[in-house]
Every structure is written in C-alpha cells, then in structure tokens.
C-alpha cells in the first residue's frame, strides 16, 4: 500500500506526508468491516487506489485549501477523510444517516489525533435546517442519483461555493436529468472533469456545480417528497 500511495499522490503532485495515516486508517477500516459493513472493498492495493487515491484526486482539480467542507453520506469516510488526511488545513464535517458509520468516523479521528473534523450523525436534507448556505465545498460520492443529491447538498452550500459531486463517466444522462433541480436550488454547473486514478485505468467524472444565489428557503423538503417528486 505504501508504494501505491506514495506513487499516486506524487503523480498527483500532492504531499505525502499523509501516508502514515492513510495505511493506519486502512487498517481500522479492514478490521472494522469484519463486524460492520463498511465497504466491499478489502484488498489493501484497491483500498490505496479505489478509496483513497480516488478521494484524494479531487485536491489536484480544486482548491480545498483552508475550506469549510462538509462530505455528505460519507460513509467510512469518502472522499471526506483521505481529502482531510493530504490536506489537513481543511475543516471538516463528515456526515451520514447511519450512527454506526459515524462511531467508526469518529475513532478513526482519535487514533489518527485528526482535529477540525466534525462527524455528524443525520441526513442531510435535515442537517441543512442549521447549516444553509455554510460550507465552501460540499462533496458527495455514490449517494444519491444528481437531481436528487443536489437537493440534499446545494443548500449547505455558501453563494460563490461549490457542490463537488462525484460520479461515474457514463452519467451525462444523470446529469441532463438534474439540470432543472441544480438551477431552482440557485446552482450552475461550471465545468465537468474526467480523471483517471493513478495506478488504474479507471476513470471517474467530477462536477463542479457553483452556488450562483442562495437556496429557496422551501427546500430541502422532506426526503420522502424529494424521492417522490424530484425537482
Ligand atoms: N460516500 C461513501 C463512499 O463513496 O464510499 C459512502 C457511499 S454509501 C453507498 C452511501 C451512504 O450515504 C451511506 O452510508 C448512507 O447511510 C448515506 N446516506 C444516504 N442518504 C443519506 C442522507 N439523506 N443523509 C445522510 N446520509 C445519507
């Protein structure tokens, strides 16, 4: 794992400095995942690329330096921890609708001495009633198809922000379906980026969708609304 990160990251052009951290939190992760599902990926090299390098290309396409970020359904923590791990001037708040995930996201940030990391425990689109408009990125992967998703995370977003959703290649139709929903919540979607995760040939999409102007105060509505009636 070590060589894999080590090579990844410089191709990147990021720091490595976070290496370390990255293998210890590997470890808690597998160990984890024994009695917990956590992710269907155990092997340590898919770990080093398909979760951490994959979570960590997104500091090579946009600036988190320093940035308020929230990392919405994160999970076991992606892309919200490797990005915290690399980048650790970024403060941020890891949030998912399973506490077990979050107890796990929360001893991760103990044994790792992490600081600035909020791990919240609730559902975005009720999480967004005290922090509209808050965070300078909000970030997102494999939670939620985009018109959907965009409900639940362009609220928190600050006006001039961005919402980072991350998604596969193939979603230009996904994205098509979500262009009403990103314009009514006062978000523009200002580039799409395609990359590829250093030592695979797998290729991943990034969407940068600016908040233009500040959310209608009437959403999000309520997920079952959402679900039923997507914007
Ligand atoms: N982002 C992680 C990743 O890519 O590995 C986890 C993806 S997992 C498939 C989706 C996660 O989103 C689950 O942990 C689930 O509990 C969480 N989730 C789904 N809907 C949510 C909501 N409305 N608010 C907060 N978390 C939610």
């Avoid at 494999?142 to 922000?161: D, F, H, I, T």
């Avoid at 030592?199 to 997920?223: A, C, Q």
Wanted: hydrophobic share 40%; proline share 4%; net charge neutral.
């Amino acid at each position: 794992m070590e060589q894999i990160l080590q090579a990844g990251l410089t191709e990147l052009g990021l720091p490595t400095a976070g290496i370390p951290a990255l293998i210890r939190y590997s470890e808690l992760l597998v160990e984890k995942n024994k009695v917990m599902n956590l992710t269907a990926i155990t092997e340590p090299a898919d770990i080093a690329t398909l979760h951490f390098l994959d979570s960590a290309a997104l500091l090579k396409l946009a600036d988190f330096k320093g940035k308020t970020v929230a990392d919405i359904g994160t999970g076991a923590g992606f892309p919200g921890m490797p990005l915290k791990i690399v980048e650790p001037s970024i403060r941020l708040t890891l949030l998912d609708s399973l506490n077990k995930r979050i107890d796990f996201l929360k001893e991760v940030c103990a044994d790792l001495a992490l600081t600035e990391v909020d791990c919240v425990h609730g559902r975005a689109e009720e999480f967004a009633a005290n922090h509209r408009e808050h965070f300078d990125i909000v970030t997102s992967r494999a939670v939620a198809n985009l018109q959907m998703l965009s409900e639940l995370c362009l609220p928190l977003v600050k006006e001039g922000g961005y919402f980072l959703s991350m998604k596969s290649v193939d979603s230009e139709q996904e994205l098509n379906d979500a262009k009403t929903a990103i314009k009514t919540l006062g978000g523009q979607v200002e580039k799409v980026v395609d990359y590829t995760i250093p030592g695979t040939e797998v290729s991943h999409r990034l969407i940068f969708i600016k908040k233009m102007k500040k959310t209608d105060k009437k959403y999000p509505r309520t997920f079952a609304k959402i679900k039923k009636n997507p914007l």
